[in-house]
């Protein structure tokens, strides 16, 4: 468990590490580039690289931190791929449920997968559920299946942004983030493909949060993505969901 350098979350918590690719927003997935780092560095966890492993030895971590703290979870992996079973599942939102002080954010593209988990349970009241949504054929059905969840926080992580999305309805959905691809072989993310989402967000009365350019700045130009920066029409976008907030 480490302090995250993500700009919406605090620390991260991987319970369940390694994943296989479902759809386009995968193709260069940082997770299985610093998975495979950390296999070289010998780092605990990380024998197996990016194959997917389960470790319970993880899950009292956040038992252990009294201090109010924002997590999010699995960001070296998907907590509901299909090879993690419902009875690990279990495990790890007893230990939410067990931790009211903390916030629980949860980002999967197994979205399929969401209503039949939570038809068994409810979902925590300090769990914040979202689903990616890269484009248009494979991340904004996922939406719906997000939409059916009792979340307290629903929220889209549009990111990296593939291309325009198109019109989306927002309803039951308090949070979208958009962001552009990084590192190599980063695809470009055109501004008014930001843009559109912004303003649908503005219409619908959703929180909006740009998380970075990435790989391509708003010009076009390829450059590192800490000279890219966070500016999207001569501002931060850092808005947070009315529901809940990051401490």
């Known amino acids: 468990m480490a302090g995250s350098k993500i700009e919406w979350t605090e620390q991260t918590w991987n319970p369940v590490t390694g994943c296989t690719k479902v759809s386009p927003g995968c193709k260069h997935c940082y997770a299985e580039t610093m998975a495979r780092r950390l296999k070289a560095m010998g780092a605990g966890g990380y024998a197996g690289g990016f194959d997917l492993a389960m470790h319970p030895s993880r899950l009292s971590q956040p038992?252990?931190?009294?201090?109010?703290?924002?997590?999010?979870?699995?960001?070296?992996?998907?907590?509901?791929?299909?090879?993690?079973?419902?009875?690990?599942?279990?495990r790890v939102f007893d230990v939410i449920r067990a931790t009211p002080q903390h916030t629980y954010q949860i980002l999967t593209k197994r979205a399929e997968r969401l209503p039949v988990y939570f038809e068994r349970v409810a979902c925590p009241e300090n769990v914040w559920l979202g689903v990616s949504v890269e484009d248009r054929h494979f991340?904004?059905?996922?939406?719906?299946?997000?939409?059916?969840?009792?979340?307290?926080?629903?929220?889209?992580?549009?990111?990296?942004?593939?291309?325009?999305?198109?019109?989306?309805?927002?309803?039951?959905?308090?949070?979208?983030?958009?962001?552009?691809?990084?590192?190599?072989?980063?695809r470009p993310m055109r501004p008014e493909w930001v843009d559109s989402v912004r303003h649908q967000c503005e219409e619908q009365g959703v929180a909006f949060f740009f998380k970075q350019w990435g790989g391509w700045g708003a010009d076009g130009i390829k450059r590192h993505k800490k000279a890219n920066g966070r500016i999207f029409k001569g501002r931060t976008w850092d808005e947070l969901p009315a529901q809940a907030s990051i401490r």
């Open 139 to 186: 991340g904004v059905p996922r939406i719906d299946s997000l939409r059916q969840i009792g979340a307290k926080v629903r929220f889209l992580s549009v990111e990296p942004l593939l291309e325009d999305i198109g019109e989306i309805s927002l309803i039951g959905i308090h949070w979208v983030i958009v962001g552009g691809e990084s590192g190599f072989g980063a």
């Open 63 to 90: 038992v252990l931190r009294k201090k109010p703290t924002v997590y999010f979870v699995n960001s070296m992996s998907d907590l509901f791929h299909e090879a993690v079973p419902d009875s690990f599942l279990d």
